[in-house]
């Protein structure tokens, strides 16, 4: 897909008048969506907009957010959680929000539910992020809440076709880019890896960063590095993050005989910092809307070997900013890691390369900037809309 195609769908705006937005995540996780919802909410009021953000009061989010916005705590069991939908409707309420930004499927019903809790004609538009390269749910209620989306802001334009075969129509989505904070990534220590992790000064350490999750494919990953191996064998790889398989990983790794070889790290708060000590990022995605992972060692200056899957190849330009594979292919992941392992060169005019675009394409100040065009244009039809069907009384 071309850069042209890339633009297709996407709205370039101002911040605009300043508005109120409510954001809603329900996760307790702190993955790259977390991060993405943080940096929009404290991106908008650096730009004089006033947000309130629903999460999890136990969650990773809710924490880091504390003391940085408005907060609202409201922990989601279900997506039919009606008395989480009672208890956002009075926020709705009270608050008066110009616009709901759903954040996660979750949220997405509890926007929905709220939102007709609130029984008033001028309700505010949802727009919903849209951040996983699946298709939406077949069945009655999903399709019934998918319709009450007012806009999808799609990390990557895979995602947005994606909505589109669906029968979502086209003018509702708009493909925004995720971004990364580029002074944060700056800003972060660099984490000497040999010392912290007990490895041989000098190997080579391949990382990924990711949750222990079907979808990010690491199963693949550990059966590339038996073959990487054969080649290096003095490499070492980091895989950081939690998740449902890391008990599964953890006996691939041991039946491959690769103890010496790979650590899972478990979740880490200083992923950055690992990150910005690799030799190279790998990323084995089966499934992935766009991969803030990759947005991270891009701007870090870090080579990337990828797959292709989902919005990947629109963040990762091949044989450019590093190289890709096809999903589910050991044998390619390997091949690339050797390849890029063995031409320092090669690998370092990767992560320039990387680096630069990460600046001109991927910034969170662009993507917030982004979101909030959106917020205005969708703010405008509503509430024409809505003028039409309740014209003001002479």
């Not at 926020?91 to 809790?117: G, Q, T």
């Not at 790979?262 to 950055?272: K, W």
Request: charged content about 25%.
């Amino acid at each position: 897909m071309g850069d042209e195609e890339h633009q297709a769908g996407r709205l370039t705006a101002g911040t605009g008048s300043p508005m109120f937005s409510v954001h809603i995540d329900t996760a307790l996780s702190w993955r790259g969506g977390q991060n993405q919802v943080l940096l929009t909410v404290l991106g908008l009021r650096t730009r004089g907009h006033r947000t309130v953000l629903v999460a999890h009061p136990d969650g990773e989010l809710y924490r880091r957010a504390s003391g940085k916005t408005d907060l609202f705590p409201l922990a989601v069991k279900t997506e039919m959680d009606l008395r989480a939908a009672w208890h956002l409707s009075r926020l709705f309420k009270s608050r008066k929000p110009d616009v709901i930004h759903a954040h996660d499927a979750h949220s997405i019903a509890i926007a929905v539910l709220a939102r007709a809790l609130t029984r008033h004609a001028n309700a505010p538009p949802i727009v919903a992020s849209r951040r996983v390269d699946f298709h939406v749910g077949r069945n009655a209620f999903s399709r019934l809440k998918y319709r009450q989306v007012d806009q999808f802001l799609c990390a990557s334009c895979a995602i947005r076709d994606m909505l589109i075969s669906d029968g979502v129509p086209t003018e509702r989505t708009t493909v925004v880019h995720e971004g990364v904070d580029l002074a944060q990534v700056n800003g972060a220590p660099t984490l000497d890896l040999h010392r912290e992790f007990g490895q041989p000064v000098g190997a080579p350490i391949v990382g990924n960063v990711a949750a222990l999750a079907p979808h990010k494919g690491q199963h693949y990953l550990i059966e590339s590095i038996a073959l990487v191996l054969r080649e290096v064998p003095d490499a070492r790889f980091l895989i950081v993050g939690a998740g449902e398989l890391k008990d599964t990983l953890t006996r691939q790794i041991q039946r491959l005989h690769l103890d010496n070889h790979v650590i899972l790290t478990g979740f880490r708060t200083d992923a950055l910092s690992i990150l910005k000590g690799l030799d190279l990022f790998v990323m084995s995605s089966v499934t992935e809307g766009l991969c803030t992972s990759i947005l991270d060692a891009m701007a870090a200056g870090k080579a990337v070997v990828a797959t292709r899957a989902g919005g990947i190849p629109e963040s990762v330009i091949d044989d450019h900013t590093g190289l890709l594979v096809p999903v589910r292919d050991a044998a390619g992941l390997a091949h690339a890691i050797v390849t890029l392992l063995k031409d320092e060169a090669r690998r370092r005019a990767f992560g320039i390369a990387g680096h630069n675009r990460a600046q001109e394409v991927f910034s969170a100040d662009r993507m917030v900037d982004e979101t909030a065009g959106v917020y205005a244009a969708r703010v405008d039809t509503t509430r024409a809309r809505d003028n039409d069907r309740h014209p003001a009384t002479p």
